[in-house]
């Protein structure tokens, strides 16, 4: 193993217990490359404060390791690298906690793999491993479909109770887009969207898609089951649509070509 990969180790368990340090370094003398060193990495960073306790280690190890090749089998020799210590230290980190969430698991070994390719390691923002971190499974499978879509709709429905300036704030939630209702409870969707929104992922705009008819939003089978619910309260209500749209910011690209291997 070359100096430049060995002087990467420290830095990389600064925040481990001293018995994992102690190990560390064995392991790095006995593999030999890119992809050894970083499962080396793995195993005793994410695996070792389980290992004794359960068995299935073994199992996640071998999981890993395939999953980095199959994400870098496509990448020159030329190209493979030690990532940057900034993006490895605490990528390997967080996997311990959200390896068994395929949806985190997935975006943290794309992230290693594009900062392990000289070709897209600039795409690998550090701050990507804070903003996967602060993401449920559901953001992340709301993400995958905006990054699809690109661009979509988005309506602010509300119950308007007549003859005064209330709403039903129970309503519908604050963001409603039809596109996602199959992912979850559209309460659930929206508090995703404020959520992506806050990481800068995407943005949510005041004004809607033109050409976009809002007006159907009104008639859409969840909207229909909760006016009928409402409605049972005795109070008549009109049904609004503010217009919106949710889009990919530019943070939100490069996060999706890094993490979601995305070609956009």
Known sequence: ???????????????????????????????????????????????????????????????????????LKDVPDENLQIPATMIAGPTLEALRYTYDEDHLREMY?????????????????????????????????VLNVLVDMGQVRCGDVKFCIKNSTKVYSKGMPNYFVEELCVLSDPFAI???????E??????????????ENYESM????????????FRGFGREFEITVSEHAVIITNFGEQFAKACLGRNI
């Open 1 to 71: 193993m070359g100096e430049n990969q060995t002087s990467i180790l420290p830095e990389v368990i600064k925040p481990i217990s001293d018995a994992v340090q102690q190990n560390i370094p064995e392991t790095a003398k006995q593999t030999d490359g890119v992809l050894s060193t970083v499962v080396g990495f793995f195993n005793n960073v994410v695996l070792y404060p389980i290992k004794k306790a359960n068995m299935t280690f073994h199992y996640k190890l071998e999981a890993f390791e395939d999953d980095l090749k199959d994400k």
């Open 109 to 141: 070994e794309n992230l290693l793999a594009s900062a392990m390719d000289s070709r897209k390691s600039s795409e690998a923002h550090p701050a990507f491993v804070d903003a996967i971190r602060q993401m449920s499974p559901l953001d992340a499978q």
């Open 190 to 196: 929206s508090s995703s969207l404020v959520n992506l």
């Open 198 to 211: 806050r990481l800068a992922l995407i943005k949510i705009t005041e004004g809607g898609l033109k050409g």
């Open 218 to 229: 009104k008639v859409h089978p969840y909207v229909k089951s909760r006016e009928k619910l």
